[in-house]
């Protein structure tokens, strides 16, 4: 028999990649942080602050723990179906390796299936898995793009991202309106006219 599954308030899993020593160590270092900022760690705002954001990044670095292979794997079935399907805007939520700041935005996923299909939400679920770690941009643009090539094998895979930059908006170099693409293609999306249909298709509006 399974093991029940850990629900959050909102229902989805709850994956924890660290251990409880893990967590209590992050809050104590945590703690340090705010001691050195000059705040005072025994105001009652604080108390629980340390803790919450050992938590928060459990949450945030999810990822880790997660094989997207599996995801895959979990809900692979042959169709004989050799058209591009495309899963647009899929928020992301990533973390900047460089400056631990957030860059969100969407991912774009295409692929072109050779005989096996994967259940849409596994797209989107791959997405998450390697949005949920320390990243940069481009490394993530092309491990959905490699997971989903070397998996499902098909005829090709299309994989656009953009995003906008805490670290470019909050700080540093403070452009608000930024927003960076990243772009990664493999088979048939290597022919201009195929890459072309899908960048087409993701720009489309339906609402
Ligand atoms: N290529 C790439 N760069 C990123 C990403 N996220 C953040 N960066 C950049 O990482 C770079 C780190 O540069 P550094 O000069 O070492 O760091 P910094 O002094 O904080 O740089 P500034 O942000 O320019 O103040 C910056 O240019 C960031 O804009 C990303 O996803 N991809
Ligand atoms: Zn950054």
Sequence with gaps: MSEPKIVDSNGYERIDVFDEAVIDELASNYKNILQIIGEDVNREGLDKTPERVAKSMQFLLQGYK???????????????????????????????????????????????????ITGLSKIARVVDVFSR??????RLTTQIKECIQDTLKPLGVAVVIEA?????????????????TTSDFTGAFQKNATRDEFIKLISTKFS
Aim: hydrophobic share 40%; with cysteine; charged share 20%.
């Design 66 to 116: 997660t094989d997207p292979v599996e995801i895959l794997r979990s809900a692979m079935f042959k169709e004989d179906y050799r058209q591009m399907v495309i899963v647009k805007d899929i928020e992301i939520y990533s973390m900047c390796e460089h400056h631990l700041l957030p860059f969100f935005g969407k991912a774009h996923v295409a692929y072109i299936p050779n005989g096996t």
């Design 133 to 138: 770690r320390l990243q940069v941009q481009e």
């Design 164 to 180: 906008q930059h805490l670290c470019m908006q909050m700080r540093g170099i403070q452009k608000q309106h930024s927003i960076t």
